[in-house]
């Protein structure tokens, strides 16, 4: 018998060993990499998200150590069916958001949140709070700055978001940005008055400290904007932990 028929590279049984040991060894490489890269991403996330916080609390300073700036930061955990803090910053519960409350579109959110609060020694001077929801076209997540009234914005940023460029995307720039600076979210109740108009402000609109202009070309990016920040200052979000500030004066 020669060599060329007791081994036959061409055969069927030798292209699928070689077809599935490349596959094994490729399918090796991909997951080691995975997994040696995921602290990696892990710390660049939480290195964005801490940049953001910073821009949206006016404390980003170029060229400083984005971890020293956050060291004026302090990150706490709310239970939001109570509004006050928790320590199961890692408990992962979602609760169901009844249609009729779901302002911002979402379907569910986490029991536990995480705020930041910055501070000056002991006092607060801002309340940092994740907030999301539907725009148009996409999921925009972003964070709402408080003053420690608990009422009183002094900030709004989102970070992720796919909203059209030029219409939708005016969210995150400026000047429409700035409209939400010292605007109130309540009046004299709990629920959460603050809202975006179509088109301008009408001049002697009452209460025109709850109302920000709506973009142009982008009505139903600023109602989604509106929505989300109504439902995570209303009584289903942050709003019991926000009246504790707010009672506090
Ligand atoms: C390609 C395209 C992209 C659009 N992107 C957005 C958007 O990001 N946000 C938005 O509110 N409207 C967007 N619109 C416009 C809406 O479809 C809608 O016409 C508009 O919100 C109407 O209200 P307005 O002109 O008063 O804002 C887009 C329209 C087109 C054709």
């Avoid at 980003?60 to 069916?81: C, G, H, K, S, Y």
């Avoid at 059209?164 to 979210?185: F, H, M, N, S, Y």
Wanted: charged residues 20%; aromatic residues 8%; hydrophobic residues 40%.
């Amino acid at each position: 018998m020669s060599n060329r028929e007791e081994f036959d590279r061409d055969s069927i049984s030798n292209t699928l060993m070689i077809a599935i040991g490349l596959s094994l060894v490729c399918s090796i490489i991909v997951s080691s990499a995975a997994i040696v890269l995921k602290p990696i991403q892990k710390q660049n996330e939480d290195l964005f998200r801490q940049q953001i916080i910073l821009d949206v609390a006016g404390l980003m300073q170029p060229d400083v150590d984005i971890n020293q700036l956050f060291e004026a930061i302090e990150t706490r955990t709310v239970d939001l069916e109570t509004g006050t803090y928790a320590e199961e910053s890692d408990a992962d519960i979602s609760i169901s958001i009844p249609v009729d409350l779901d302002e911002a579109g979402i379907g569910q959110r986490p029991r536990y949140v995480p705020v930041y609060l910055v501070k000056d020694g002991s006092d607060i001077e801002q309340i940092i709070l994740p907030v999301y929801g539907k725009g148009l076209w996409s999921t925009m997540l972003g964070y709402l700055s408080l003053a420690p009234d608990g009422n009183t914005i002094r900030g709004l940023r989102f970070y992720a978001h796919a909203e059209t460029p030029g219409l939708g995307d005016q969210i995150d720039k400026e000047p429409w940005r700035a409209l939400w600076v010292g605007k109130e979210v309540y009046g004299s109740s709990d629920e959460p008055e603050i809202r975006v108009v179509r088109g301008p402000v009408p001049a002697g609109a009452p209460n025109p400290q709850h109302l920000i202009d709506g973009m142009s070309g982008a009505t139903l990016t600023g109602n989604g904007v509106s929505g989300l920040v109504r439902y995570w200052t209303g009584p289903h979000g942050f709003g019991p932990y926000l009246k504790n500030f707010r009672e506090a004066g």
